[in-house]
């Protein structure tokens, strides 16, 4: 995942990173905030939505 999310940063043009997961899903919560990932709703369809904010 460090290496996907290396290569995503290497665009000139990738503003954000975003991904969802089950809100209940403590695992993938831990996991992601571990790599930066800010939680910032939840969607349409129930699922929690991160993301990284690149600059």
Known sequence: MELLLAEIRGFADARRITI???PDNVTAREFYASLG???TNIDELGEMVAEIVLQ
């Open 37 to 39: 990932f800010v939680e």
């Open 20 to 22: 969802c997961y089950k």
